[in-house]
Structures are given as C-alpha cells and as structure tokens.
C-alpha cells in the first residue's frame, strides 16, 4: 500500500504521518530526509544529490524520484508506506505514477489534509523567541503573560523573520500554486481523499486512519423466513 500525506506548511504533515504510520505499521519517508540519507551513506544517489547541492543548485526531481523509488523496494516497505509531502509538482506525480508502474504498482490513496487558511496563518506566523533563554511562545496559542517579555527569564522577546505572517502568506501562496494541480491530479485518479485537519490532532488521525483501512463490507440482513401451520 502507497500512501501519500498531502497537505500546506502548518497542516500537521509530519505529525499525522507518524501516528498513522506507527498505529498501521507502515514506513514513513519524507523526501528531505531521504535525501539526507542517501548523502549521510554515500550512496551512488546520495553522491549524485551531493554534487547539485555542493554547485549550489537544486536536486533534480527525477533524482528525488529514483530515491524515492529505490527506497520503495526496500523490505521494510513491504506492509506500507506513507509518503510525507511528496510529491509536491505535478511533474513529480506524473514521474512518480510512471516509474511506479514499472514496478507493478501505484498510489493507493492520497490523502489531503485541509486546513482553512486563516488556521494556517495563526499556526505558521506569531512565535516569538526570548534573546536569552530561547524560550519559544505564539501570540495566540501560548502567549507570554507580559507582552514582549519572558515569563522564563524576563528577556526581550523578539520575532524572526519566518515567523511573520507576510512571510507565512508568501510561503502558502508558493505552496498552492505548486501543488493544487497534484491534488486535482489525484482526483482526477479517484484516488484523493480530502480529511478536515481543522480539527483536533485525534480526530485528523482517525479520519485518515478510515480513508486508508479497508472497510468491512456489510452483511445483508438474513431473510426473514416465515411458516405457515
């Protein structure tokens, strides 16, 4: 089973593909880190990455995609495995759905975490750090009990540059307009699920847990015989 975790910075990605993966028992692989992996073991992929990022210059999608396929034939694989962001291009789902096919096989589900853009916003933008402890709070979610100020340590709290929310606007734009042909890509397959991730961490995971699980079919109730003396 091929799983793919669609969803924007701040849907919580990340952390739904560890709770499903750890309660279905499938492997979970992030193209960040696969790539990281291939270059920490000096793999012929890993080396070939390593001489795009050494110019400079990005990682080839089809690269990305043969890490990705390699891996997929992996036997830890075997029962599952959820692909966390990726693909994020058409292209890359094009190229993905192509060398998957080689290998007999395909995307079973993609899963789309919706989140309402304001949530995203509130949950990307507002973290404000302390100059001297580090300490991390969100206007809004964790918010310091004197503005500005540290309830740790009493510092400066100060706002990083990422964490401003035209910063936050700009990095969802660039992630719709890359991404809404992949999601509109998987319809198209009917293979997309859409999940309301508005709502608590719990309630995503079980939603996506019930998009991937099989459901039992349902048994027609018995005939109802009657006899006449």
């Not at 919706?114 to 995203?120: G, N, P, Q, S």
């Not at 004197?146 to 929310?165: F, I, K, P, S, T």
């Not at 734009?173 to 293979?191: A, G, M, N």
């Not at 859409?194 to 039992?216: K, M, N, S």
Request: charged share 25%; glycine share 8%; proline share 5%.
């Amino acid at each position: 089973m091929i799983i793919i975790l669609l969803g924007a910075p701040g849907a919580g990605k990340g952390t739904q593909a560890d709770l499903i993966g750890e309660r279905l028992g499938l492997v979970t692989i992030a193209s960040g880190n696969l790539l990281r992996e291939n270059i920490g073991n000096g793999t012929p992929l890993g080396l070939r990455a390593d001489a795009y990022m050494q110019r400079g210059e990005l990682v080839p999608d089809g690269l990305v995609i043969d890490m990705v396929t390699a891996r997929l034939k992996a036997p830890d694989v075997a029962r599952g495995v959820i692909l966390d962001g990726f693909p994020r291009t058409l292209g890359q789902a094009q190229a993905l759905d192509a060398n998957l096919a080689a290998q007999h096989k395909q995307v079973d589900r993609a899963l789309y975490i919706k989140v309402t853009d304001e949530a995203l916003l509130d949950r990307l933008s507002g973290r404000w750090i302390c100059r001297n402890c580090q300490w991390s709070y969100h206007e809004k979610f964790n918010p310091p009990r004197v503005a500005g100020v540290c309830d740790n340590c009493g510092g400066e709290l100060y706002q990083r540059d990422d964490d401003r929310r035209e910063v936050a606007e700009n990095r969802l734009r660039v992630y719709f307009d890359l991404t809404f042909p992949v999601i509109d890509y998987y319809r198209e397959h009917d293979s997309l699920v859409e999940v309301d991730g508005d709502q608590e961490i719990e309630d995503v995971t079980r939603a996506l847990i019930a998009a991937i699980e099989p459901q039992p079919a349902r048994l027609a109730p018995p005939l109802k015989i009657e006899t006449y003396a």
